[in-house]
Each structure stands twice: as structure tokens, then as C-alpha cells.
């Protein structure tokens, strides 16, 4: 499963009762994630004990695989946000919807992969430490560069305030389409060649 190790498959079912329960969820938090999700399992724990080959790392000791079945393609980010939150531990989603999966990570933010065909996807065990195969899984599923001389943190930060500034200069230049004083056009020109200066 996912190009994973046998010695690593653990299926445990993990029940949404059981979650409901443990975590004593407001009934609006219960339907949002039932709306969305149909079944849990954990399917795998990557640790130095089901792969010695793995160092344990600094801040990664183990983490696990939690592949979640969907009711629908479209679900809320809230709900994996809300699993991340519930569950303190280091984990991969594996979200599944019919025949295609997208792998998620949280790692500063929520990382999420391309949809692909389930029998395709993998889950790459690179690095020589529980840490270095983290940080590589976190690379591939949100489309970093492991190997960049920036942290995968830092990446993340720049990638997420890129797209911050790109979100400004799109309001802004529909703004300057529809506005009528030429004043006014002006200066909204000159906030856009600055924003664009800070790309």
C-alpha cells in the first residue's frame, strides 16, 4: 500500500463515533465531518522500529498514514485540519474518492498534492532519518524543493505570501479596469507595479 514496507501496514480502523466521543464535537463540527467523510483507517506507522534501516529523528520519532474515504471529491479542508488538531501526532492523509487519491501533510500549512489514480500513488521513504524522510515527503506533496537551500518552512512562508500578493494585484487590477477618474486609475497602476516590485 503506497509503495510502503510491509513491516510498516498496521489497518487499524479508526471509528468517527469513537472521534465524536473522544473529542466531544459540537453537532454542526459532527455533520460537517460526516457530510464528508465515510471511513478511517490508519494503514501504516513509519518508525525506526517497523523500518530500522530509518534513524530516529531530532523532532519526527514516528509517524503514521491515515487513509480517510471520501463521500465526495469536494470536501472541507476543515475537517483534516480538524483531524490534525485532534490527533497529536505526525500523520499523512491518504484522502481517497472512488479510484484517485491526494495526499495531505501539515507542516506550518496544510500541504496538499495533485488527485491521482490510488494504485499510482506513493508515499517516498527518502533520507537516512525519520526527519529527512518528513521533509522529503512534505517536499513532494506540496510541490518543494527538498534539495533548495531554503528550509521546507521558509518555502512554504514565501510561497504563501507569493500568493498573498498575486491575490492584491488580481483586486487590484480589476479595480483599475472598472474605475472611471483617471486619478484614481493612476494610483492604483502605481500599487500594482509595487506589489509586482515585491515578487
Not at 130 to 149: H, M, R
Amino acid at each position: 500500500m503506497f509503495g510502503l514496507p510491509p513491516s510498516t501496514i498496521i489497518n487499524k480502523p479508526l471509528y468517527k463515533k469513537a472521534v465524536f466521543e473522544k473529542f466531544n464535537l459540537k453537532t454542526a463540527e459532527r455533520d460537517r465531518f460526516d457530510a464528508d467523510i465515510s471511513r478511517m483507517s490508519l494503514v501504516a506507522r513509519i518508525s525506526q522500529a517497523s523500518v530500522p534501516a530509518l534513524a530516529e529523528g531530532k523532532e519526527i520519532k514516528g509517524f503514521y498514514v491515515l487513509q480517510v474515504l471520501l463521500k465526495q471529491k469536494e470536501y472541507d479542508v476543515k475537517n483534516i485540519l480538524l483531524l490534525h488538531k485532534l490527533i497529536p501526532q505526525s500523520i499523512v492523509f491518504a484522502l481517497q474518492y472512488e479510484e484517485e487519491t491526494q495526499l495531505c501533510i501539515f507542516h506550518t500549512r496544510l500541504q496538499q498534492s495533485a488527485w491521482m489514480p490510488t494504485e499510482e500513488t506513493t508515499i517516498p521513504l527518502q533520507g537516512l532519518s525519520l526527519d529527512e524522510v518528513w521533509n522529503n515527503i512534505v517536499a513532494a506533496i506540496g510541490n518543494l524543493d527538498a534539495t533548495s537551500e531554503e528550509s521546507i518552512e521558509e518555502q512554504i512562508i514565501n510561497r504563501e505570501q507569493r500568493e498573498k500578493l498575486l491575490r492584491q494585484i488580481e483586486s487590484l487590477e480589476r479595480q483599475c479596469r472598472t474605475e472611471k477618474q483617471t486619478r484614481k486609475k493612476y494610483e492604483l497602476h502605481q500599487q500594482i507595479v509595487k506589489l509586482k516590485t515585491q515578487l
